[in-house]
């Protein structure tokens, strides 16, 4: 498993980088849902640089904690060999968890685009942020915005038909095809709600879940393994009058 996903490690090198890393996916997020809002699109450059934000950080904290934590860090490929440099399997599993999230996601929504059921700026912005939380948390990410944004829907058409009535929600929202706006094009269907708001809103909570351990919002858990390797090493690492024969049958 990516060291995102231990329920032994952080997945960041210290709090400082973890409330860094979920504050700027977090403000990435606010800006594409004010545009989306407003505009109601979402701009190329803005997925472009999340994207590319996305990698360098998964691959500095890779790195990082290769380097800090080489002697008992898990990862998502493990590179274990002796002659493997620590900095080289953190920069690999880095960039391993950044790749296949982004993989991820972009399959995910451009399924979705293919039916019909988002648009293209939305695919672009998701492949880029499912590059900062790897595969597992993107998938689960994704789960969440869905059912928050069916949830922020229908309430928006209860208050909708409650203050306009049911005959203009249903033409509001609900028309077969737009109307004719000038030289036989058809201005779109209005959405019920753009993507970018429920995302934002379930990565709000749903981050601080998944960064919990990272942002030191609950204690880490050390698995048994971990204890028995760092006993290990304490043991062999520590001056004794123990004979020769019992150092030498101490696991390597």
């Given at each position: 498993?990516?060291?995102?996903?231990?329920?032994?490690?952080?997945?960041?090198?210290?709090?400082?980088?973890?409330?860094?890393?979920?504050?700027?996916?977090?403000?990435?997020?606010?800006?594409?849902?004010?545009?989306?809002?407003?505009?109601?699109?979402?701009?190329?450059?803005?997925?472009?640089?999340?994207?590319?934000?996305g990698i360098s950080a998964n691959i500095a904290r890779g790195l990082w904690i290769g380097i800090e934590n080489s002697s008992g860090a898990e990862y998502f490929f493990p590179l274990t060999d002796a002659t493997v440099s620590p900095w080289l399997v953190g920069?690999?599993?880095?960039?391993?968890?950044?790749?296949?999230?982004?993989?991820?996601?972009?399959?995910?929504?451009?399924?979705?685009?293919?039916?019909?059921?988002?648009?293209?700026?939305?695919?672009?912005?998701?492949?880029?942020?499912?590059?900062?939380?790897?595969?597992?948390?993107?998938?689960?990410?994704?789960?969440?915005?869905?059912?928050?944004?069916?949830?922020?829907?229908?309430?928006?058409?209860?208050?909708?038909?409650?203050?306009?009535?049911?005959?203009?929600?249903?033409?509001?929202?609900?028309?077969?095809?737009?109307?004719?706006?000038?030289?036989?094009?058809?201005?779109?269907?209005?959405?019920?709600?753009?993507?970018?708001?429920?995302?934002?809103?379930?990565?709000?909570?749903?981050?601080?879940?998944?960064?919990?351990?990272?942002?030191?919002?609950?204690?880490?858990?050390?698995?048994?393994?971990?204890?028995?390797?760092?006993?290990?090493?304490?043991?062999?690492?520590?001056?004794?009058?123990?004979?020769?024969?019992?150092?030498?049958?101490?696991?390597?």
């Amino acid at each position: 498993m990516p060291l995102f996903f231990l329920e032994s490690d952080s997945g960041f090198p210290n709090p400082l980088f973890a409330w860094c890393y979920y504050a700027t996916l977090i403000l990435i997020l606010v800006i594409a849902s004010y545009y989306d809002l407003r505009y109601l699109l979402i701009p190329k450059p803005l997925s472009i640089g999340c994207l590319a934000l996305g990698i360098s950080a998964n691959i500095a904290r890779g790195l990082w904690i290769g380097i800090e934590n080489s002697s008992g860090a898990e990862y998502f490929f493990p590179l274990t060999d002796a002659t493997v440099s620590p900095w080289l399997v953190g920069l690999s599993d880095g960039a391993l968890c950044a790749l296949t999230g982004f993989a991820t996601g972009f399959t995910i929504f451009f399924v979705m685009w293919i039916l019909g059921l988002t648009a293209g700026g939305d695919v672009k912005l998701f492949a880029a942020v499912a590059t900062w939380l790897g595969v597992y948390n993107s998938f689960y990410l994704w789960v969440g915005s869905v059912l928050t944004q069916v949830i922020i829907a229908l309430v928006r058409l209860l208050l909708h038909t409650l203050l306009a009535g049911a005959a203009s929600t249903r033409k509001s929202f609900f028309r077969s095809e737009g109307k004719v706006i000038g030289r036989g094009m058809k201005a779109p269907r209005r959405r019920l709600l753009p993507y970018s708001l429920p995302l934002a809103i379930a990565a709000v909570i749903m981050l601080l879940w998944f960064f919990r351990v990272g942002l030191q919002l609950v204690p880490a858990r050390v698995s048994p393994n971990r204890n028995a390797m760092t006993s290990v090493q304490q043991l062999r690492n520590t001056p004794c009058d123990c004979p020769s024969e019992v150092s030498s049958a101490l696991p390597i």
